[in-house]
């Protein structure tokens, strides 16, 4: 390539400017810094509809990369649903006579232990995820993956029994873990700041694709009193790896790995692929600027390690990824959300239980669709939580407060359809942000692990959700049904007052830009207000000791 390096230099650098450039760089040092700074400018002008003309490839790569984490929403519905579906509580679970009059369940330290399997195996998934994308990249860290999870589950389908099951929900969570953590990194590293938050939303609606297929799969199979009747759903998921390894073999490198690893040719080549030829901006002025904001970091003394995450300002942003994306369980997923335990629980049988977890999936997706066009262009990610949570622990203390009159069919259907209010109002708001944040306020050097520890303290959070949960439901145990809806709502406004006081308004800011803006210890509520040039020497020249302290 003639006007980009193809090394960088191992000299201690006086600035980020200067460390843009080689000595045998021909093109000037005020070049390289015009062109990144005219390729950010045209990328905050550019549309949704005109970044979507120009970046169809960028799209279509993110999604593809985002359909690897269909299966995990798959197999999290369908554990959560088998433990209602009676052929596998028959085959794995115990009979209790004095049950509603003779009923086979798994008791709670089972149903416990099962439903966080996968959950534990993918918190050591990410985990791994973040060492091994920086060694490998993300393209041969998936396909890895995707290999593994095939061999997986074939222990998921012969399971003779609950512990076998539970193994090999283990090791299957280890790459769902990798899938959960990549695909929101990749979109934010291939896509135009305008599609970001779509596209790393996305993965959200992955999860709910996985979740709608689980639900329609049990749903044809719940009255199949056979083995196949469970057998069935866990085969269903070699169809993904099958599909996805093929194609992906030709997704394109994300390029801020390459810069990062100084392969610049690479890097151009792959951001050619992720756009039109007759794109507004040069492939080269957008490689500058990924270069610029990646040197940028560097004075700012970022690593690429996970302790680096811990440091100066990255705390704080580690803080906001970790927090926002724990909010989906803290705002009471575990009890809402795809609630057919909690159906049963208030007397609705089989088939309407499983007609609700359906609609209330259908009634997710449609929610997410209405974010992305109704919310996402018209009001910042900080006011759609905020209103999103106060919602969300309104609903939660309604159910709470029915539970008196369970007795009653109709008090018992209306807080099931409050569940489904409450899982259209949480895609609404932070099930789309809890994916999508994360992946804009880690600084690029430490984006992947950014993500990885967010996904982890959300996987920590949902273990013990998931432990606690069939306590407060199962009738062996607490027996609190909607009552439990006090205890969601409580926690949901805990994270309703943090989200006041400390995560700020990411909408429109380039990369460049949220780091500026955490170096200067911008408070939350400021963010938004705050106008920053980051291409200004002077606007960056007292921000280094505050990004260290």
């Known amino acids: 390539m003639s006007d980009l390096p193809t090394e960088t230099s191992k000299e201690v650098q006086p600035s980020h400017l200067e460390a843009i450039t080689s000595p045998n760089e021909k093109m000037g040092e005020a070049q390289i810094i015009e062109q990144a700074k005219e390729a950010t400018e045209i990328e905050h002008t550019l549309s949704v509809v005109e970044c979507v003309k120009n970046y169809p490839m960028a799209i279509f790569w993110s999604i593809m990369v985002s359909m690897c984490v269909v299966m995990e929403g798959y197999d999290v519905s369908l554990i959560g649903n088998f433990f209602a579906y009676p052929t596998f509580a028959k085959k794995y679970g115990n009979y209790y006579p004095n049950i509603d009059g003779g009923t086979y369940t798994l008791t709670a330290p089972w149903q416990s232990g099962v439903g966080n399997a996968s ?22 860290t998936l396909l890895g993956s995707l290999v593994a999870l095939a061999a997986f589950i074939f222990i998921t389908f012969f399971a003779p029994n609950i512990g076998t099951l539970t193994a090999g929900e283990v090791l299957c969570g280890l790459p769902w873990g990798v899938f959960a953590s990549t695909a929101p990194a990749y979109a934010s590293e291939v896509l135009p700041l305008q599609l970001r938050i779509y596209l790393t939303s996305y993965t959200n609606m992955c999860f709910i694709i996985g979740q709608l297929i689980a639900a329609g799969v049990l749903k044809g199979l719940v009255n199949n009193p056979t083995e196949w009747g469970y057998k069935i759903p866990f085969a269903i998921q ?46 080269k002025a957008t490689l500058a600027a990924i270069i610029y904001t990646d040197n940028l970091e560097k004075e700012l003394t970022v690593g690429t390690h996970y302790r680096d995450c ?16 724990a909010a989906q369980v803290l705002s009471g997923g575990n009890f809402a959300y795809n609630s057919t ?20 999936t259908g009634m997710a997706l449609v929610g997410t669709l209405i974010s992305w066009f109704a919310l996402m262009p018209y009001f910042g990610r900080r006011t759609i939580y905020l209103w999103g949570m106060a919602a969300m622990c309104t609903v939660l203390m309604l159910i709470g407060i029915l539970n008196v009159h ?19 109002v949480f895609q609404l708001s932070v099930g789309q942000l809890g994916w999508g944040v994360p992946a804009e306020v880690g600084s690029t050097r430490l984006r992947q692990k950014t993500i990885c520890l967010a996904r982890n303290a959300y996987y920590i959070v949902g273990v013990v959700a998931n432990a606690l949960e069939p306590y407060f439901m199962n009738p062996t145990q607490w027996n609190l049904k909607g009552y439990t809806g006090f205890v969601w709502g409580g926690t949901t406004f805990v994270m309703l007052v943090w989200g006041f006081f400390r995560l700020p308004e990411t909408q429109g800011r380039s990369f460049d830009e ?36």
Not at 341 to 360: A, E, H, R
Request: proline share 4%; with cysteine.
């Open 119 to 140: 959950g534990v195996g993918a918190f050591f998934g990410v985990l791994l995820n973040g060492w091994l994308v920086d060694w490998y990249g993300q393209k041969r």
């Open 514 to 549: 949220l780091d500026v803006l955490f170096a200067k210890k911008v408070s939350a509520r400021k963010f938004k207000s705050t106008v920053v040039d980051t291409f200004d020497e002077s606007e960056t020249a007292g921000i280094v000791g505050n990004a260290r302290e």
């Open 238 to 283: 070699w169809v993904w790896p099958a599909f996805l390894i093929p194609l992906l073999l030709f997704a394109p490198e994300s390029p801020w790995h390459l810069v990062r690893k100084g392969r610049f040719d690479e890097a151009e080549h792959s951001l050619r692929r992720l756009q039109r030829k007759s794109a507004p901006i040069d492939p």
């Open 341 to 360: 335990y909690f159906f049963k629980q208030i007397g609705l049988d089989s088939n309407t239980t499983y007609k609700l977890s359906v609609g209330g």
């Open 310 to 325: 811990f440091k100066g300002t990255e705390l704080r942003r580690t803080e906001i990824a970790c927090f926002i994306f």
């Open 406 to 424: 369970t007795s009653k069919h109709s008090f018992g259907m209306t807080q099931a359809v409050l569940t489904l209010v409450w899982t259209f």
